[in-house]
């Protein structure tokens, strides 16, 4: 899925400002129900524009466990989303496996993981521990070779995607975990202050009057409809 240029939002339009035209003339489909592997639809979107790239984390098999560095405001001695997996994972009893990874501009992770068969996992924030995230159905990744001002996502260990794998019954606070990564993050308000392409466009400064620039997911747009 394409998002913004040098940003990390999703490109195309907002469900407020939906066309209900081309993908969306049944109503309105979101980031992740726009992604696609249509290589004809990824080359024409990205042939428009300098799309970063995004990873529709769900459709795509994947739970990414998203590690943030500590914010400048915050007091000496405060775990990191490293730091706080590595202790969940003690407790846990559980040994964390190298996995596929990718350092995000900030210097924290992305750990991709292969969710066990039959099970759907949705996004978290902070539920599993002090500056850890996860990203599964409903969510999605910034992807290797992406850009934004802060700096470039690079790929750190380019191995499969880790999955749990053997008998061993669940312990407690391994069921635990898990019914809390079940567990849905609420959802957020989309910004409409954008075009619905992600420009900002000093000739359309309110909602319901045509932009000036071209819109990637306007009525004859590539991408959102």
């Not at 969306?24 to 042939?47: F, N, S, V």
């Not at 949705?122 to 802060?150: C, F, K, M, Q």
């Not at 409409?192 to 400064?205: D, E, K, N, S």
């Amino acid at each position: 899925m394409p998002l913004r240029p040098n940003d990390k939002r999703p490109a195309g339009h907002s469900e407020q400002l939906c066309p209900q035209t081309g993908r969306c003339t049944g109503g309105h489909l979101k980031p992740e129900q726009r992604a696609t592997t249509d290589t004809e639809l990824i080359t024409a979107a990205w042939t428009q524009q300098p799309y970063n790239i995004g990873i529709a984390t769900g459709p795509s098999g994947l739970l990414v466990i998203d590690l943030d560095m500590l914010k400048p405001s915050e007091p000496e001695g405060t775990p990191d989303g490293a730091a706080s997996l590595q202790a969940l994972c003690e407790r846990a009893g559980q040994t964390l496996p190298a996995t596929y990874q990718v350092r995000t501009p900030s210097g924290g992770q992305h750990l991709y993981f292969t969710p066990p068969p039959g099970v759907r996992l949705g996004n978290t924030a902070n539920r599993l521990g002090h500056h850890i995230d996860t990203r599964g159905w409903g969510g999605y990744v910034v992807a290797p070779a992406s850009t934004t001002p802060e700096g470039s996502y690079s790929l750190c260990d380019d191995r499969p995607p880790a999955t749990r794998t053997g008998s061993a019954k669940p312990s407690r606070s391994h069921r635990g975990l898990s019914a809390r990564l079940r567990r849905r993050s609420p959802r957020q308000r989309s910004d409409t202050r954008l075009l619905r392409c992600g420009v900002r466009c000093p000739t359309w400064p309110r909602q319901g009057t045509a932009p000036a620039t071209p819109c990637c997911c306007g009525p004859r747009g590539l991408w959102g409809g």
